[in-house]
């Protein structure tokens, strides 16, 4: 426990301008702050596994030492990238981690956070069962203060089941599910240290509205934004403490831009709540376009002044409104132009869902390079590394409680899930890139009293402005909530009325299937396939001739149906059908396809430095083979394209029509442009090198791209 100064502080800003060039990933919901009393310690090197049941695997004492050795995130086994049908392990799976701590940790709070484990789990430390958990996409945390041995070898065991098992959620069978459970302790897994005046973690506490840190805004323009703080500090000691809660607001650069101090007293063995308002002049405000982080240094001292606890958060201010008929606002003013993202399911090739943080944030990069602003975590709380990423890269996203089309009337089944809805709120509620709720049960047929039962829990876990949910336009209780998700189509069927308090967005479109078993579509394909399967698709994803749900149908909404998410992202593996969903811009190992491009066509030409999601690109969706067609497709965000065909030969031109309504760029078709025949004749004269086409993108009269 030392005083703050400023050199300490000199040092730490200089550290931290460093590494606001890298990205920065999250430690069981903070980031850790020097010289704060409180440490983190990764705890994913070397685990001991065993896949499938183990008499006595919890004891202190069991012999593991045959077992194989594994580090975290782990997903119980490596798959082919055609693993769908159900291929991967489903049953029980062990994990044993043998650990000294260091003497210097003997008298600190310390807990052991886990921030997922799949399926049905229980940890035991040296023998003793700490928590039995049901979920597999949220933190499980346990306290392991009195359970260790300081003199001795100490043992983390943990049993974990990812079997079907419909008494909590998503609770479907894997063989009918549209995506897999795979297992395992397949994500990050910490120790935190920290005195025991502390302050505490929100998904282990069970307060609502409460725990950790609690950041939220009241008014917010580009003159002052209120930022609302409200921390809950546990004491662990026999004695009251009486102290002070600091706050200190730091632009990116590293500059103060607001400072809070109040004081704060705890009885012995008890905890309290402290709520504070920081208004902020002239706000940097969070938008896709700008995502501004501040970081929060957050302390508690004691009387002397003495750093008890603390740790950074990065927040950005913002503030978002559903008005109905008038749309989307954001930061006070209409958002003019519709949210275009993507679903994304939590796997990748071979390793499933264990995937390492610097994936989950090049998938958010690779969305926002592709001109997306908005991501459905189809239909899970995602990794807390996806989250840091989105924040940082201006991605909105649809924060969704686990489920898809099952229920069980059984009450411990409602239960988990309402339990499920508060803890993603009490981890994800700090995240400015939190955009919707959806706490229903995706295309689920639930009781009505279930999604009143669901909206109300949300309004209970974030009772400040700016938290909205979402429903289907036809589930039951849907009336509930002021954001339905409903395709355009819908919207304009004569039949149904539009009610103009709602807000409508598409949470899902773009597939295309013929039947529920054979699965052929114009969307989905297979990168391998090649060239013309993957215009198909590219051009079903932009604007078919066939009514449907499209990238220019909806561009060509009214204000108050205010975007929509593609389904999907990625190629990813399944349980009910035997091949993987092709439906991806780009395959399991995000490798694009045409659609990639397609959709970064319609991204803004205009380049801006702090959006991902900008700048002008021209792209060649033809590959030259024998096979080729004659007609050469571009995509392009440029006014004008040109296309020349050989050295020396002839060049095409296409023009923008900047009046026309729907999507902002159009596929680009030059008809009857390509010939292998006068490749072959170039070839057979050693002129191979004056074999291309080229495609210029032009902006103002200027190549660009």
């Known amino acids: 426990m030392k005083k703050i100064t400023f050199s300490i502080l000199f040092v730490w800003l200089s550290l931290s301008l460093w590494a606001a060039r890298q990205p920065e990933f999250s430690t069981a919901g903070f980031f850790r702050l020097d010289n704060s009393g409180r440490e983190v310690y990764s705890m994913n090197p070397a ?52 650990f000294m701590p260091d003497a210097a940790l ?6 052991l956070h886990f921030e997922a484990i799949m399926g049905k789990s229980k940890v035991f430390v040296n023998g003793k069962l700490l928590t039995e958990h049901f979920g597999g996409y949220l933190p499980v945390i346990v306290d392991v203060t ?51 005046v502390f302050i505490t973690d929100p998904n282990y506490e069970n307060e609502v509205a409460g725990g950790g840190l609690f950041v939220a805004f009241g008014k917010v323009s580009d003159a002052l934004a209120e930022v609302q703080l409200k921390i809950h500090v546990r004491n662990a000691t026999k004695n009251p403490f009486s102290g002070r809660v600091e706050y200190m607001l730091l632009q990116p650069d590293g500059t103060e831009v607001a400072r809070l101090s109040d004081k704060i007293q705890v009885k012995a063995g008890r905890a309290t709540t402290v709520s504070d308002r920081m208004p902020v002049k002239q706000p940097m405000l969070w938008t896709p376009s700008t995502p501004t982080l501040y970081n929060l240094l957050v302390r508690v001292l004691d009387k002397e002044g003495n750093v008890i606890d603390g740790y950074r958060r990065r927040i950005g201010i913002r503030s978002i409104e559903f008005k109905g008929k008038d749309g989307f606002f954001l930061n006070g003013r209409p958002y003019g132009k519709p949210l275009i993202g993507a679903n994304r399911h939590q796997d990748f090739a071979v390793v499933g869902n264990a995937v390492a943080n610097s994936i989950h944030w090049r998938d958010a990069k690779k969305l926002k390079d592709v001109g997306m602003e908005i991501i459905r975590n189809a239909h899970c709380p995602q990794d807390p590394a996806f989250m840091d990423a989105c924040d940082e890269l201006g991605l909105f996203v649809i924060v969704n409680t686990p489920g898809w089309q099952f229920w069980n009337d059984a009450p411990e089944f409602a239960q988990r899930v309402y339990s499920d809805i508060r803890n993603v709120v009490r981890r994800d509620r700090n995240h400015p890139s939190v955009w919707l709720w959806e706490p229903i049960l995706n295309e689920t047929w639930y009781p009505a009293d279930f999604a009143k039962n669901t909206r109300d829990i949300v309004d209970a876990e974030y009772p400040y402005p700016y938290c909205y949910s979402g429903s289907d336009s036809e589930a039951r209780g849907h009336e509930n909530f002021p954001v339905y998700f409903a395709h355009p189509a819908n919207m304009q069927d004569a ?116 959006n991902a999601g900008s700048g002008p690109m021209v792209y060649i969706a033809h590959e030259m083979t024998p096979f080729s067609g004659k007609d050469v497709t571009v995509y392009s965000n440029c006014d004008e394209v040109r296309l020349t065909f050989n050295k020396g030969g002839k060049t095409y031109t296409y023009k923008k029509d900047k009046n026309r309504p729907g999507m902002p760029s159009p596929v680009i078709t030059f008809p009857d442009v390509y010939d292998f025949m006068v490749d072959k004749a170039f070839s057979r004269t050693q002129k191979q090198d004056d074999v291309y086409l080229l495609a210029e993108g032009l902006i103002d009269g200027k190549v660009v791209a």
């Open 495 to 610: 039949s149904k009325e539009i009610d103009p308090t709602k807000t409508y967005f598409t949470r899902e479109w773009g597939d295309n299937v013929d039947d529920w078993s054979s699965h052929n579509s114009p969307s989905r394909v297979a990168r391998n396939w090649g060239e013309q399967p993957m215009r198909v698709q590219a051009q079903h994803y932009a604007c078919p001739y066939y009514p449907v749900t499209s990238y220019d149908v909806l561009y060509k909404q009214s204000p108050q149906h205010v975007g929509g998410c593609l389904w999907h992202s990625f190629d990813h593996q399944r349980g009910y059908h035997p091949d993987p969903f092709y439906g991806g811009l780009m395959d399991v190992f995000r490798q694009p396809k045409y659609s990639y491009y397609m959709f970064m066509a319609q991204r803004p030409a205009v380049k801006n430095d702090r």
């Open 106 to 111: 003997k008298g600190k709070k310390l807990f």
């Open 146 to 196: 009195d359970v260790l041995d300081w003199n001795g070898d100490n043992v983390i065991a943990v049993w974990a089941d990812n079997s079907d098992d419909p008494s909590y959620p998503p609770g479907k069978a894997q063989d009918v599910l549209d995506y897999t459970y795979f297992g395992g302790i397949y994500r990050d897994c910490w120790l935190i240290a920290h005195n025991n």
């Open 47 to 98: 685990w001991r596994f065993h896949k499938g049941a183990m008499e006595g695997a919890e004891t202190k004492e069991f012999n593991d030492k045959d077992w194989t050795v594994v580090s975290l995130p782990d997903g119980i086994e490596y798959l082919p990238t055609e693993a769908s049908g159900c291929i991967n392990y489903q049953g029980e799976v062990w994990y044993r981690k043998h």
